[in-house]
């Protein structure tokens, strides 16, 4: 079974700093990622995904992801935190369905707090 | 864009009352998804739908049913509301198949709580 553990349940920077969340993932074949973002009382929304072509990938508002197979690894990253990043981030892996389509799981969430 | 509504953003129902939640697309989407979200556990899956009529199970459906009579609407069903329902219950959706990636587009949620 597809999984992903998110390896912080709280991470706390300051305003200009790097942010790093951390991912792991347990799949069994080639697994499509990805990584979505919730602010306080919004819904979910897509950050970026990864679905086998460049390891990095590029997604809105600044950030980035790298998958590393070797290390079974898709972290989140940004060179700068903003104020308005604080929110709820959430990897997600795919899987495909015997009776066909798909899911997506959800890791527990890592709650990013910025400080000026 | 895609659109994802859901019927109400907060609702409280007392226990034993029968709870619907309404969710629906606009982008003819083939596959359809209801979560709950609580603190500290994600989101987990309790039902899901490929198509008109058609549903499974997720991970967690005990207490819930669903019905999809039409393909832009998935209504999530608590037959006899109880106090561990309280929660956040976001509907998604998503194009069909296999090989596409998978994407979902949520709705804004409903914070349902049960007294």
């Known amino acids: 079974a597809q999984s992903v553990t998110q390896l912080d349940s709280h991470v706390s920077v300051s305003e200009g700093t790097p942010v790093l969340l951390r991912c792991n993932y347990s799949s069994s074949y080639s697994p499509s990622l990805f990584w979505y973002v919730q602010h306080p009382n919004k819904g979910l929304q897509l950050l970026l995904k990864y679905t086998s072509a460049a390891t990095l990938v590029k997604g809105i508002n600044g950030f980035e992801a790298e998958f590393k197979k070797s290390e079974t690894s898709f972290h989140l990253t940004k060179p700068s935190a903003h104020m308005s990043d604080a929110a709820e981030y959430f990897c997600v892996v795919k899987s495909i369905l015997t009776g066909g389509g798909n899911k997506l799981t959800f890791g527990t969430g890592t709650q990013l707090k910025v400080e000026l | 864009d895609v659109k994802v509504t859901q019927s109400s953003r907060y609702l409280v129902k007392r226990t034993g009352e029968k709870v619907f939640l309404e969710c629906v697309q606009d982008?003819?989407?083939?596959?359809m998804f209801w979560y709950r979200q609580d603190p500290g556990l994600g989101l987990r899956l309790i039902y899901f739908s490929y198509d008109v009529k058609m549903k499974e199970k997720g991970d967690i459906p005990e207490g819930y049913s669903v019905s999809r009579e039409k393909k832009e609407r998935f209504s999530l069903i608590l037959e006899s509301a109880s106090t561990n329902q309280t929660s956040m219950y976001l509907c998604?959706?998503?194009?069909?198949?296999?090989?596409?990636?998978?994407?979902?587009?949520f709705g804004p949620g409903t914070r349902l709580t049960v007294t």
């Open positions: 982008m003819d989407h083939e596959n």
């Open positions: 998604a959706s998503s194009l069909g198949g296999t090989s596409g990636s998978g994407e979902q587009y």
